[in-house]
């Protein structure tokens, strides 16, 4: 049986580099097995959901080059934040006194995230993506969840550049400006970081991939169109375990300042669990066989800062070290994963 091959990755800024290694590793796994040294990862998975950190490698994977194939292998993903983090989230002197740590003002610059946003995605348009893909943000203007589809981008009122969607996906408030983008029809938007209301965007893929016709888009009439649950096999990716406390005689007497970074922080984890908690109910009242098809991998953070913002180039070397140590942890998981995505391909 085929069935629809989810791919979710969650926001968390640099973290993105957990993710980014681990799905390097699985390409390479799928390379090796299938005796095909150029295939990418986009292309063993049938929908894509990112947030944030994650709708940016999402759109990466989906990009295709001038041939119409996939541009971009895994490992170019995860060197933009390798290669180009410590750039991203690198803060003037000028920038941290005006804005006081981002109290008073954004606590960064986006013209290095807009340019390798651009250098990557350049001028591709997410009508253009090459599998279905949901990507998140929040609508600050008219106060909802705004949710960018390559299926809705088929109309040009709802299609956008890449590039812009990665913006919206990733301005995480205290740390980047809201991002104003405009469809190609020219209707303009408000965005802010989708993580504020689906950091793990797990969930949100499997509710619009109850509604596409796969056996249309993918051009495979053996896909099932509308899959249940019992046609999906979901893998869920993290960026991630570890947790900052807070302490209650540290907060008991906090105000509206102190509890700004708290609170994005307990939102986005917080989300991440509830979602995860959601869709192993989901897949627990199905058959022995199925219910084993959806898969959540959150990675250790071991040696690296947790912080979301941390690109000092040591964190950088860290968070990449504790994705391959994750790796070595979780291989038998990783390795059945790679498995079933050769099954059902």
Not at 118 to 141: F, G, H, M, W
Not at 315 to 340: C, F, P
């Amino acid at each position: 049986m085929k069935k629809i091959k989810i791919l979710s990755i969650d926001g968390g800024g640099i973290r993105g580099i957990m993710p980014g290694t681990i799905l390097t590793y699985i390409e390479e796994q799928l390379q090796e097995k299938t005796g095909e040294p150029n295939v990418k990862i986009g292309e063993y998975f049938d929908f894509i959901a990112g947030t944030s950190t994650g709708g940016i490698l999402s759109l990466v994977y989906l990009c295709p080059d001038k041939n119409g194939g996939f541009k971009f292998s895994a490992k170019q993903a995860l060197d933009i934040y390798l290669d180009r983090g410590d750039e991203i989230f690198d803060v003037t002197l000028g920038k941290k006194i005006k804005s006081i740590g981002g109290i008073l003002d954004e606590k960064y610059h986006e013209f290095e995230l807009e340019q390798a946003l651009k250098d990557y995605l350049n001028e591709v348009k997410l009508s253009q993506a090459l599998k279905p893909c949901l990507i998140t943000s929040y609508d600050i203007r008219n106060r909802k969840a705004h949710f960018f589809t390559s299926a809705d981008a088929k109309e040009e009122i709802y299609d956008y550049h890449m590039k812009d969607v990665a913006r919206a996906t990733s301005a995480a408030p205290t740390y980047f400006e809201p991002s104003k983008v405009k469809s190609l029809y020219g209707t303009p938007h408000y965005l802010i970081d989708g993580g504020v209301f689906a950091n793990n965007p797990a969930l949100c893929a499997y509710a619009e991939a109850r509604t596409l016709d796969f056996s249309k888009l993918l051009s495979d009439t053996e896909k099932p169109n509308k899959p249940t649950a019992n046609e999906m096999f979901i893998l869920s990716i993290g960026t991630g375990a570890e947790k900052e406390p807070y302490y209650y005689k540290e907060f008991k007497d906090a105000g509206a300042v102190k509890w700004i970074k708290p609170l994005i922080d307990i939102m986005m984890s917080g989300n991440s669990e509830t979602v995860d908690y959601q869709l192993k109910q989901i897949y627990q009242t199905l058959s022995i066989d199925d219910c084993k098809d959806y898969y959540r991998i959150q990675p250790d953070i071991i040696t690296a800062n947790n912080q979301m913002d941390d690109a000092s180039l040591p964190n950088l070397k860290a968070l990449h070290h504790d994705g391959k140590t994750s790796i070595e942890n979780m291989k038998q998981q990783i390795d059945e994963i790679v498995d079933k995505l050769i099954q059902y391909h």
